[in-house]
């Protein structure tokens, strides 16, 4: 079993919304920093928010204003509200947990999730 389990993916069409769910292990969600990636097809897997060290949430820009990042601290959740969603969207999503006091600077990912947006 994963450390790191995304749901909530799935198809929409263009400017529908979707919610990505990442749910972690007290372990993973208290001690490491997170984010969202991505990875279309024939490119390489891109950051789309994550936390910098200071707590700060960064975005990729093709996303700023349209994608929300949050933690639900009861549920050890993070998720990614995205909005107004664009063909070019369409990826595997990945959460992932890293970060220099993650159990001696270790990666963690998970198994990802299919958002397809049609137009």
């Known amino acids: 079993q994963g450390q790191l389990a995304e749901s909530g993916g799935g198809s929409v069409q263009a400017g529908g919304s979707l919610q990505l769910t990442c749910a972690a292990s007290?372990?993973?969600?208290?001690?490491?920093?997170m984010g969202w990636y991505r990875q279309a097809p024939g490119k390489e897997r891109e950051r789309v928010s994550s936390?910098?060290?200071?707590?700060?949430?960064i975005y990729e820009d093709s996303v700023m204003g349209r994608f929300t990042m949050s933690r639900d601290n009861a549920k050890n959740t993070l998720s990614l509200q995205m909005n107004s969603l664009k063909t070019e969207d369409t990826a595997v999503y990945y959460c992932?947990?890293?970060?220099?006091?993650?159990?001696?600077?270790?990666?963690?990912w998970g198994q990802g999730t299919q958002v397809t947006i049609t137009s």
């Open positions: 936390e910098s060290r200071t707590g700060t949430l």
């Open positions: 992932a947990a890293y970060g220099s006091i993650c159990y001696g600077g270790t990666t963690f």
């Open positions: 007290g372990g993973i969600f208290n001690n490491c920093r």
